[in-house]
């Protein structure tokens, strides 16, 4: 079976676009790969983080992901801190990493730019992420296109490697989903549902109170034609909503448009809200469970405990291939 590696950063809140474009993907992977997953906390801090509001995420999202239906037991779940070998490997790999390649890294360009006393590992970390994916010799990284970059510089680097030491790294391929659809703002349907949106009315948490997530698919934009149908140009709140619907019930367009020919706008983001309200509902129920169970911390250890020796076999290989011995 081929291996396939996610990094989660712990820093801001899960939405519901969140969940339908990506979370949903990852629990159809966990049966079609050998299935790493990781919470990037070492990333996480190369741009300043309260301690306390960290920890909280870091436990939170764990426990999210799982509530959404990431299977501990179909996936390798682990702490990124708790696995010193991806900063001992990740320095290897930065002694054969050149300056030129990491000052081009789009991502540092523009993040720099926010943070004017920006730390060197916002500079380096492309190559942490590099140590994330060849320890695991992974197949496939699931990214978005805003991420494949990174996955590249990590290919450049093991190739790199390969060629002054010897083989030592399985070459990845990035994975790009086509397939999780892409839900759209609530107030401004044009663009995509994100949680540094400027309206909190257009944005559905995971873990907002229910009422509060109905409240805010009632209000959703629509437009005054009073048609169910989908035209993303025309009618871009309808759109996103059928969109919504579509990929919690699994109903086509067509049938969905069918269901809804002589309903009004109201009835019809009554059922949206219906089917999106019963769906988070049962995943805060888990999560609920969870949050403070000793079973969060199970999984956490069994993964870390799996993944160390892993990631320990490479690091000794690479550790002797470069002299780094008595």
């Known amino acids: 079976m081929k291996k396939i590696l996610t990094g989660i950063q712990p820093t801001g809140v899960i939405t519901f676009g969140n969940y339908i474009g990506a979370i949903k993907q990852m629990v159809k992977y966990q049966d079609e790969y050998e299935s790493y997953i990781f919470i990037a906390d070492l990333h996480s801090i190369t741009i300043p983080q309260d301690p306390k509001e960290l920890s909280k995420n870091i436990r939170s999202l764990i426990a999210l992901y799982i509530a959404c239906g990431i299977d501990p037991d179909k996936n390798v779940i682990f702490l990124q801190s708790e696995n010193e070998y991806h900063a001992n490997i990740s320095w290897m790999l930065e002694c054969n990493t050149y300056f030129g390649e990491l000052s081009r890294m789009t991502q540092f360009k523009d993040k720099s730019k926010k943070h004017a006393n920006f730390s060197a590992g916002l500079f380096t970390y492309p190559v942490l992420m590099a140590s994330d994916i060849l320890a695991y010799d992974v197949d496939y990284v699931p990214v978005g296109i805003d991420q494949k970059q990174h996955v590249e510089i990590a290919r450049d680097i093991a190739i790199r490697f390969n060629k002054k030491f010897g083989d030592t790294f399985n070459i990845p391929d990035v994975l790009i989903n086509d397939d999780g659809a892409k839900i759209m703002d609530l107030v401004d349907p044009t663009k995509k549902m994100s949680k540094s949106g400027e309206n909190p009315k257009g944005i559905i948490r ?41 990929s919690v019930t699994g109903k086509s367009i067509p049938d969905i448009e069918n269901e809804f020919l002589n309903a009004n706008y109201g009835a019809f983001k009554k059922a949206v809200a219906d089917v999106v309200c019963s769906l988070i509902s049962k995943i805060q129920d888990r999560y609920n469970e969870l949050i403070n169970s000793e079973e969060l911390d199970r999984v956490l250890d069994n993964g870390i405990v799996k993944a160390r020796v892993i990631a320990k076999a490479k690091y000794l290989d690479m550790k002797n291939k470069m002299g780094l011995k008595r």
């Open 206 to 246: 995971l873990l907002d109170d229910i009422s509060e997530i109905r409240k805010k698919i009632m209000g959703a934009t629509t437009d005054s034609e009073m048609c169910v149908k989908y035209d993303e140009v025309n009618k871009p709140g309808i759109s996103n909503l059928i969109t919504i619907y579509a």
